[in-house]
């Protein structure tokens, strides 16, 4: 069943992916159209891999009709953890799925010895008035580094401006193979006009 309720609309991969025993996958990029006629506002969005034992993460982008994906990969409109697929915001706040938006499927499987398929979906329940707040996603990461042979605890920093108020609903670390922890520091600087 869906944790976030019977899902006003579902999407699908439109074929299963195969996933080998055995090796290392690249990442999968599948593109699903949707069919909206006007943008929707999604108060709640669930992904269901059918292969959770091979599936590291499911990341899904939102991309206006005729776009391209390019700035819209800043911040995803779902994703899949072990541990976490889905997101149910609060009252008044929704994130916006354009109209004929095309969803980017972004899936990363891990082979575990067994092949298998996987066809990952995707369910979302509507707002039912439009949000006085409009949820974005924003990353922040840092891919430039390299660990030193050796080293049991490498510390790796990034950062993101902010130039607006904005109010935090959740942050969401995320790491590969040798990740340990994380850390999230707000720093305040208050800038005077002249």
């Known amino acids: 069943g869906w944790l976030i309720g019977k899902p006003d609309a579902t999407f699908q991969l439109p074929k299963p992916v ?14 699903v159209e ?9 108060q709640s969005i669930e992904v269901q ?3 959770r034992e091979v599936t590291h993460h499911a990341l899904v982008f939102a991309a206006p009709k005729g776009a391209r994906l390019g700035a819209e990969a800043a911040g ?22 354009p109209k004929g938006a095309t969803l980017h499927f972004q899936m990363h499987y891990t082979p575990n010895g067994k092949a298998t398929t996987d066809q990952t979906k995707i ?3 509507f707002a039912k008035q439009t949000p006085r707040y409009e949820v974005h996603v924003a990353g922040i990461s840092n891919h430039q580094f390299t660990i030193p042979a050796g080293e049991a605890n490498h510390r790796v920093e990034a950062k993101i401006p902010v130039p607006f108020d904005a109010k935090v609903l959740a942050l969401f670390p995320h790491a590969h193979l040798r990740g340990k922890a994380a850390k999230f520091d707000l720093s305040l600087i208050h800038i005077s006009e002249p």
């Open 123 to 125: 369910g979302m329940i």
């Open 76 to 97: 995803f409109f779902a994703v899949y953890v072990p541990g976490n697929n889905s997101l149910v915001y609060p009252d008044g706040y929704a994130k916006k799925l």
């Open 49 to 51: 891999p059918t292969a």
């Open 18 to 31: 195969a996933i080998k025993a055995e090796g290392v996958m690249g990442y999968q990029t599948i593109k």
């Open 34 to 42: 949707t069919d909206f006629d006007e943008d929707r506002w999604v």
